[in-house]
């Protein structure tokens, strides 16, 4: 291969649940017939990655490249790939493959598809050089973002989006306040577009945690406090980012009648009894799970015309362990992204 594609590449591999990823020098992926070999530029570290590492989500690939945040340039494509082109720019989301022929991706939802596969879960994903990554599910991303801008887009943006979606479009339910409990990567994305559609935002933050709080309140949030508090009014939806299981009563005694809690992530702690009175009067609780390329391109397509800013903090490559306690230690304000050009 010339210098443009090396034979080898260096990536930050999970070998063992529980414990700190190694630098390792790998082959460079080769990519199927229906594959985009791509150079990655940046890639964002999500929580779901914690969830990963800790061994919180079951059955990874091991050993594993983790993260699903990818941007980068297509480099080489396998011989059934015509979607992109040498030289695009590409983002690469959490689901990274669908059989297309369940009952789940005939009907629309893809993202429930029972032979599902995920990049940087049960594919190897964006904590490298190079990733090979299915055409299919693979966005164009907008001349309009930097790498290191776009990363975040592609799972806190997507999710979030997602969540927002399943949130505020509701038949009959007219969305003016909107709670979100824990302010990190996918709120600060989520926040910008309701403040942009006109809808007062209340964060929720760990108690405490001004720094987050006055993040909220600079990108447009009405009201910012601490979980455990009540907004002096009733919520029209909700979405909870932190995986924290008793946010879901405290959500729901902040939501008014036929109102809407989302859940909006992979994994949760434990949720504690509730009375049944908070949820009664057709209040509704419901998860999000992954992604459909239907979502990706309508919030790709929203985003620059916000526009959306991502607040981001950036590390080496080499230092992806370090990033990912600072995520875990909440030292983070926005999102953590793997710049590879650092």
Not at 160 to 176: C, M, W
Not at 224 to 237: C, F, I, T, W
């Amino acid at each position: 291969m010339n210098e443009c594609n090396p034979e080898t590449m260096i990536a930050m591999v999970l070998e063992k649940l529980g414990e700190p990823l190694r630098r390792m020098r790998l082959p460079m992926p080769v990519p199927g017939p229906k594959q985009l070999l791509i150079k990655v530029h940046a890639c964002g570290i999500c929580r779901t990655d914690l969830h990963i590492l800790d061994g919180e989500l079951a059955s990874p690939k091991l050993p594993l490249i983790p993260g699903h945040e990818i941007v980068g340039t297509v480099i080489d494509r396998g011989e059934q790939a015509r979607d992109f082109e040498i030289n695009d720019r590409i983002g690469v989301p959490w689901l990274g493959y669908t059989d297309g022929a369940c009952s789940f991706c005939k009907s629309g939802r893809e993202n429930l598809c029972d032979d599902a596969r995920f990049t940087g879960y049960t594919l190897d994903g964006g904590y490298a050089e190079y990733a090979v990554a299915d055409q299919r599910f693979c966005f164009p991303v907008s001349p309009s973002y930097s790498a290191v801008q776009a990363a975040p887009l592609m799972c806190a943006g997507l999710i979030g989006y997602r969540s927002y979606r399943l949130a505020t479009q509701e038949p009959g339910l007219e969305v003016k306040r909107l709670g979100i409990y824990g302010f990190g990567a996918a709120a600060h994305i989520v926040c910008q577009i309701a403040v942009h559609q006109n809808k007062e935002v209340y964060a929720f933050t760990r108690p405490g945690d001004d720094k987050a709080q006055q993040f909220a309140l600079r990108l447009g949030a009405t009201w910012a406090g601490d979980s455990n508090r009540q907004p002096h009014q009733s919520l029209d939806a909700a979405i909870i980012f932190a995986p924290v299981g008793s946010l879901i009563p405290a959500a729901l005694r902040a939501t008014g009648k036929g109102g809407i809690v989302v859940c909006g992530g992979i994994h949760m702690s434990d949720i504690p009894s509730f009375p049944y009175s908070i949820l009664w009067e057709e209040r509704t609780i419901r998860s999000v799970a992954n992604l459909t390329r239907r979502d990706g391109l309508e919030f790709l397509e929203i985003a620059p015309k916000v526009p959306v800013k991502t607040d981001v903090q950036t590390y080496p490559l080499e230092q992806a362990n370090r990033a990912i306690e600072d995520l875990r230690h909440g030292r983070i304000t926005g999102a953590a992204v793997l710049d590879m050009n650092l």
